[in-house]
């Protein structure tokens, strides 16, 4: 029995939130990403796409395109609080709901067609609830696979619903540019188009022999599976994150010995926080600098037991900074905090001189206030409480 | 400079002093071994700026002087020379000729007036105590303590020696675990009190030195930001921790009501058992007793490997009903370095510290011994 899948792709995501919460700002070209002056653009609104504007985008360029354009900061809890909901009203239809990003998801449908009908229907559904109970638009594509359900959905964007049956799966590949697959990059791309290999179609044609010939035999029975729209990767209900980590460039480059390390407390205490709230500890912290001379240094530190410990994490990430080499003179550009070694908090090491109450306590006045609404305050040389 | 010495004690000084031989290229003299040839006899040194060691030897010496000689190649030669009396040494034009029995060497020297300055305190000891009892103090701590690669924080990476009322205190703690051990010292002035925190490495490579020398007592010094220990012809100076050690006395359960007295030996076992049944994560086993019960049950379980129970007689019978889990590592860390056939865990609640001590009649080498563990909550 073949396998039926959902993929839900939001429509400009951040830019329509950013329409649905302020009304004055629908039909109107809106752009959401870093506003400082290296900031790059997160997400267009359709409206400022048609000027030119896409993601990644330089933001000076943009604004050059678009001058009209709002421009906004992205509000990352919101986008968090809605995607929740897109993720609990997939998950009234499968268990098996893996988002791959804020905006987007895939949900596995296979067998549930006892429970709720013909699955074009289901998919419809979905598509209609959507929009009319969180007033965002989505394009959803369902497929019998994530390959070909995530191409789906990109074929019915915008606001479309497009569904892909099995017997339909070589003409729906066959006009697609090859680089439209996964994993064609732009190098496979330009040394498929030198031997006449430009769209699906064309791959097809190829022979497996040949095709291993070109690319080595593991890429080239990659692509002749992808030109056939094969993919039996399953759906991973939960997918586990391999870190946790938050970075900021600043506007201006950081000097000050305290405004550094009170940067890195409030990165830390943002990564203690998602951490608890996806309900892992964490055994490794990482400390990201950048330098105005642009040279980065990664720094980490393997600690003897899990934690989610904002203060532990904080401490840690503080000294790694402090006891690195050449932080003199040079400005600091960009400071990043991240958590590795993840592992789920089905226990929880107590510390002798940090008081889980403590750890309680901040998550619950984040999740109460936001997670602006603290912040550690710990002089140097004081110790963790 | 010429030096006469007999073998035994050359191969003894080279391979004291070698445990601070630096391996750092940036500067080729810490690989050295320093000869300082006097009347009185010779004096090996080497340093690699954490910590010195120096170490008498009798010799008959022609000419005073220092030399450095390499310390990689004259610590594989000491324990390869061959059985024969006496060993000379012989400078000339920097080299060195070293001959024993039919074998002879000349050696490279590097330069003496390179060598960093190691210094003998020259103030009265700070305190005495046994040699016995300060390689126990060391044994029972350093263990607990932070390896540098756990931490960024220096802090926890050392041993709190703290001297105060006719006693020297060792504490560590890794933040989950605390390991104190108390031994009376002599000659420490009446309200003198000082603290002093040691890298848990430099004093495991202490025990290491010390453990070798034939000496009743140690003399520590608190010099020029340093402690020295002296015991027979062997001084260790150690650098210090310039951190701040947490309060740890603050963290001390003083008022733990359940005392599960158990046979040191089966409980280890037990322990050991368990833990290869405990879950990759953390590690745990769970200590479950009731109320008046004498039995202690030990059980461990893991997603992926199975499960293990198993029962532990109590000495006598617990006072209240408790279900606890620890860390099997940070058990067994503590229980296998006690001498006493007993002993003693203090609780009062799953998430609060647990304290163990020796109990019964308990061994010399166990006196003044606690250790403090955090517990670990399963969800």
Excluded at chain 1, 151 to 178: D, M, N, Q, T, W
Excluded at chain 2, 74 to 99: K, W
Aim: hydrophobic share 45%; with cysteine.
């Amino acid at each position: 029995m073949g396998r039926w899948i959902l993929h839900v792709d939001m429509d400009a995501f951040f830019a329509a939130v950013e329409q649905l919460d302020n009304p004055g700002l629908r039909g109107q070209p809106v752009i959401v990403g870093g506003l400082g002056p290296r900031g790059v653009v997160s997400t267009a609104s359709y409206e400022a796409r048609a000027f030119g504007v896409r993601s990644a985008m330089p933001m000076a360029k943009a604004r050059r395109l678009c001058p009209q354009a709002a421009f906004l900061p992205p509000r990352f809890d919101r986008y968090e609080e809605l995607a929740g909901r897109v993720r609990e009203i997939l998950s009234s239809y499968s268990p098996l709901v893996e988002p791959i990003s804020l905006d987007e998801a895939f949900l596995d449908l296979t067998g549930t067609e006892r429970l709720h009908g013909p699955l074009e229907r289901v998919a419809a559904e979905i598509h209609r609830r959507i929009p009319a109970e969180l007033g965002l638009p989505c394009s959803v594509g369902l497929a019998p696979n994530k390959l070909l359900a995530k191409l789906a959905s990109e074929a019915a964007k915008p606001g479309g619903l497009h569904i892909v049956r099995e017997e339909e799966v070589e003409g729906f590949l066959a006009p697609l540019p090859v680089d439209r697959l996964w994993g064609i990059g732009p190098q496979t791309t330009r040394r498929l188009a030198e031997r006449g290999v430009h769209t699906v179609g064309d791959l097809r044609q190829v022979d497996a022999s040949l095709l291993c010939s070109w690319f080595g035999p593991n890429a080239g029975a990659y692509l002749w599976r992808l030109a056939r729209g094969v993919d039996d990767s399953p759906v991973v209900a939960v997918r586990e994150a391999k870190s946790i980590s938050q970075e900021v460039t600043y506007p201006e480059d950081l000097y000050r010995e305290e405004a550094i390390a009170q940067e890195l407390r409030r990165l830390a205490l943002a990564v203690a926080g998602r951490l608890a709230e996806e309900g892992l500890l964490a055994t490794t912290v990482r400390v990201k600098i950048r330098w105005s001379d642009f040279t980065t240094r990664t720094r980490q530190v393997r600690l003897p037991e899990p934690t989610d410990h904002p203060v532990l994490i904080a401490d840690e990430a503080v000294v790694l900074w402090r006891r690195g080499e050449g932080h003199g003179e040079k400005g600091v550009r960009l400071l990043g905090v991240g958590l590795a070694g993840l592992v789920p908090a089905t226990f929880r090491p107590l510390h002798l001189f940090a008081s889980p109450r403590l750890t309680e306590a901040i998550h619950e006045v984040r999740s109460r206030y936001g997670p602006s609404s603290l912040s550690l305050g710990l002089d140097k040389g004081q110790e963790a409480r | 400079m010429e030096i006469v010495c007999q073998r035994e004690d050359l191969v003894f000084g080279v391979r004291t002093v070698s445990h601070a031989l630096g391996g750092r290229t940036s500067m080729p003299i810490l690989g050295g071994i320093r000869f300082h040839a006097t009347a009185n006899g010779i004096e090996l040194g080497a340093t690699d700026l954490e910590r010195a060691i120096q170490c008498r030897a009798a010799a008959q010496v022609q000419g005073e002087g220092v030399m450095v000689l390499p310390g990689q190649v004259l610590s594989q030669l000491v324990t390869r020379l061959p059985e024969a009396d006496p060993v000379h040494l012989q400078e000339a034009d920097g080299r060195v000729r070293l001959s024993c029995g039919q074998a002879s060497f000349e050696l490279l020297t590097l330069p003496a007036d390179e060598f960093p300055e190691v210094t003998r305190p020259a103030t009265a000891p700070l305190c005495r105590l046994s040699l016995p009892a300060l390689l126990q103090c060391i044994a029972q701590t350093a263990f607990a303590a932070l390896r540098a690669s756990e931490t960024t924080r220096l802090a926890l990476t050392g041993v709190d020696l703290v001297l105060r009322d006719g006693a020297v205190k060792f504490a560590a703690t890794n933040g989950y675990r605390l390991a104190i051990k108390r031994v009376p010292v002599d000659g420490l002035p009446e309200g003198h009190e000082a603290a002093f925190l040691v890298d848990a490495a430099i004093l495991t490579d202490l025990h290491r030195v010390l453990s070798g020398v034939t000496a009743d007592a140690v003399s520590i010094y608190a010099e020029g930001g340093q402690l020295h220990f002296e015991a027979g012809p062997v001084l260790f100076s150690s650098r210090l921790i310039q951190e701040q050690f947490p309060d740890f006395e603050r963290v001390i359960p003083r008022d733990n009501e359940i005392g599960l007295h158990l046979p040191r030996e089966p409980f280890l076992e037990t322990l050991r058992r368990m833990e290869i049944t405990s879950a990759e994560e953390s590690g745990a086993v769970t200590l479950k007793a009731t109320a008046q019960g004498t039995i202690l049950e030990v059980s461990s379980a893991s997603k992926d490997k199975g499960e293990g129970h198993e029962f532990v007689e109590l000495v006598k019978p617990a006072a209240k009903t408790i279900e606890i889990a620890f860390k099997a590592e940070y058990l067994i860390d503590a229980v296998r370095r006690m001498e006493s056939g007993q002993v003693v865990l203090w609780l009062s609640a799953p998430e609060r510290a647990g304290l163990l001590e020796p109990s019964g009649e308990i061994a010399p080498g166990d006196e003044g011994f606690i250790y403090v563990c955090m517990p670990v909550r399963l969800l």
